[in-house]
């Protein structure tokens, strides 16, 4: 395990953490049409905070496909996961909103989940992907493009909520579709279908990402997002990409997981109100 690849994986989190709080603002502010609408990220980018959420956004991508070529699945997606901490503290400043002390406490078990995972986990080896499993990820995403359209029929918590769980499979497709890249090289990726099935999954994630902000909270959209595409990309990595724990690390890294996961999802009902100052 490469301490730059950490680094790679705490900067992405930082990166969507604060991304989601300034997507969070600029959704605020953009007329709910109801469904999941693509025009949504037309009109979300007429506004500067929202192309500079894109920006922290695409970088963040990038930072986590760094650290997928050395880390393995279910340690960089802890990571991510610690994102909604990051949100949920922003939001305090941003959203007016105290952190209630069960809060607190979940932003904590989250930063000691992570402590535990990180010294559990080994480097993650190459592994090359078949033509099966790339047909089988663009398949996902398809499917998971017509149920968040399903989705967005729904309202209120239930659908950020719902529309969270379905953007977080599409960013589960990122995940593992960094995983199974075979090279970062510019010339590799443009003919690499698994590339373009990563670009897929992204796009469609982040629009029903956006339009579950539209229906609740930053923090429960982003909690609800987090479910999906922290544990299922590290129970695939775990049982068939080879991701390997530490000899007699076990019951750390799942107490460490479990530990991560659950802070995330302790924030879920951290409810934006107010208006967003300045």
Known sequence: MTLLA??????????FGVAAVLQGIATARTPDTGGVDP??????ARQPLFLAALVLNLAGFGLHV??????????????????VAV????????????????????????????????PSAESGEAVEATGTERVTLFAVVLGTAALGTLAGRLTGAVGAAALGLCGGVGFGVVALAGRLLPSLAPVDLLTEPLAYVLVLAGAVAFLLYSTAMQRGSVTTATAANVVT?????????????????RDGWVPVAVLGFVLALGGALGLARFERVGTPAP
Do not use: E, K
């Open 87 to 118: 949100t949920a503290v922003l939001s305090v400043r941003v959203f007016r909103t105290p952190l209630t002390g069960r809060q607190w406490a979940a932003v904590t078990v989250a930063c000691v989940g992570l402590a535990l995972l990180t």
């Open 229 to 245: 595409q922290t544990a299922v990309p590290a129970i695939v990595g775990v049982l068939l990409l080879g991701d390997r724990i």
């Open 6 to 15: 950490l680094v790679a994986a705490l900067s992405a989190a930082l990166a």
């Open 66 to 83: 760094a650290a997928l070529q050395s880390l393995p699945l279910f340690l960089v997606q802890a990571v991510i996961a610690a994102s």
């Open 39 to 44: 025009g949504l990220l037309l009109r979300l």
